[in-house]
């Protein structure tokens, strides 16, 4: 082998050459009935590796994540909170409380592979006749996944829940943030988010499942049980002392010192794991004797409150006057490990993320550019992409009724002006960016 191992990789990998590869999950239909962001995300990590994902939403008014803005900000008329979950998908419009859109689900599901919803447990059963037990008679290989807070039985299974709910009952609130504070919850939607991910693992798990016996099933998982998977030792440290897991703010407990420091142009984080990555801290800071003094001979040493509190003072008080960029380049050069805290800008402006297709741009005929976070996983053969960005409220309602059930245009005016199907109503969050010409249909 003469070419190097990064040349081979990078080529393999090629970003350029994406869009000619086929996807992994392609012939794959996803029902999408999904709210907000936990089922909506499920979909979407399917959707990224090639599932045909039909987005269903209430006509007119569409999903609450079209009118979740951040700080009341909207961009081309819908909140930027709505793009991240809702790549590559179909949308359509039908009202699901009406039994003529009942009656569509069924048709859109006799079609399908997969079915996500997140609503509370057993809602699509008892008030709309489209659970899993009626849908499975109708098509016995459906996989059902149903995304809830707390699960579809136990004695909290009626409760609501949101992501900031879901961080507090797994306990991830309570071991975060500093020693003597209140906990701090994630800033971002982390239980949503997560519990997607395993959602997604479940549903392929399901779909391999299905090629080997022709079976269908229902798949459930509760947002609070999935953070709770995620708690690695807390449980084993309360077995095996008596009391809970501390908070430790920014310290990492298995690597010291470590934390969160202020530079001249931001912050960065620092970890040292073994003695060898002390010594370069040391010798980095011009402080050798450190290094030397038997106070800090050993990571447990080290770990030791007072000690770990004085070289937090020393670290601090060296960056303090280096750039984030210096102290990167000391950690390469000396053998420990830095980072700077990146900023959305630092990832805009990254090569690195812009080279994987960690950053993604793209141009959508309906929003014109976009950038965006991109796919996680990079397969080879089959790799993960975005093909548009979200849509307005029944973008693709003649082309997904009519392609998949048939419908004739007609017959689909008569739903719409009874009210069963819809567009997108004339106010920020479900509509399309001033100025649209119509641009991005589907024939």
Not at 312 to 336: M, N, P, Q, T
Not at 405 to 420: A, K, S, Y
Request: glycine share 10%; with cysteine.
């Amino acid at each position: 082998m003469t070419e190097s191992y990064f040349d081979w990789t990078a080529r393999l990998f090629d970003r350029t050459r994406i869009f000619e590869k086929p996807e992994a999950l392609r012939g794959i239909r996803v029902l999408d009935l999904s709210l907000i962001i936990f089922g909506p995300a499920t979909a979407d990590y399917l959707g990224e590796l090639g599932a045909e994902v039909i987005r269903v939403e209430m006509p007119w008014t569409g999903d609450v994540m079209r009118i979740v803005a951040p700080e009341g900000f909207y961009w081309k008329n819908v909140s930027p909170g709505f793009f991240a979950q809702n790549h590559s998908k179909y949308h359509v419009g039908i009202d699901v409380h009406r039994p003529e859109g009942q009656a569509l689900i069924k048709q859109l599901a006799a079609k399908s592979d997969v079915l996500i919803e997140n609503f509370r447990a057993g809602t699509l059963e008892r008030k709309w006749g489209i659970g899993y037990r009626q849908l499975r008679e109708i098509n016995p290989r459906l996989i059902y996944a149903a995304n809830t807070g707390f699960g579809q039985w136990g004695p909290y299974v009626k409760r609501a829940s949101y992501d900031a709910l879901a961080q507090a009952v797994s306990g991830f609130t309570a071991i975060s943030g500093f020693p003597g504070r209140p906990p701090l919850k994630s800033g971002i939607y982390i239980g949503d988010y997560f519990g997607a991910c395993l959602a997604a693992l479940g549903v392929l798990a399901a779909l391999h499942y299905r090629d080997r016996t022709g079976k269908g099933q229902f798949l459930e998982v509760a947002q609070c049980e999935a953070l709770l998977r995620a708690m690695d030792w807390t449980w084993i440290h309360t077995g095996l002392t008596g009391t809970n897991r501390p908070q430790t703010g920014n310290r990492d407990v298995s690597a010291c010192p470590s934390g969160i420091y202020t530079c001249r142009d931001g912050f960065v984080a620092v970890a040292v794991m073994d003695d060898g990555a002390f010594a370069g801290l040391c010798q980095a800071m011009g402080r050798a004797d450190l290094a030397r003094d038997q106070r800090f001979a050993a990571r447990a040493d080290r770990a030791v409150e007072a000690q770990a509190r004085l070289l937090d003072e020393v670290i601090g008080d060296w960056v303090r006057e280096l750039s984030r960029a210096d102290v990167e380049e000391a950690s390469r050069k000396h053998g420990f490990a830095a980072a700077a805290v990146a900023t959305a800008k630092d990832h805009y402006a990254d090569p690195h993320l812009r080279a994987r297709g960690s950053v993604w741009e793209m141009e959508d005929p309906v929003y014109g550019t976009m950038v965006e976070h991109g796919p996680a996983p990079k397969l080879s053969e089959t790799p993960a992409r975005y093909k548009w960005a979200g849509k307005p409220v029944g973008f693709h309602n003649e082309y997904v009724l009519g392609r998949l059930l048939g419908l004739r245009p007609d017959q689909l005016t008569v739903l719409e002006q009874q009210g069963v199907i819809g567009k997108w109503a004339d106010r920020r969050g479900p509509k399309p960016p001033d100025g649209w010409d119509g641009e991005g249909i589907i024939g």
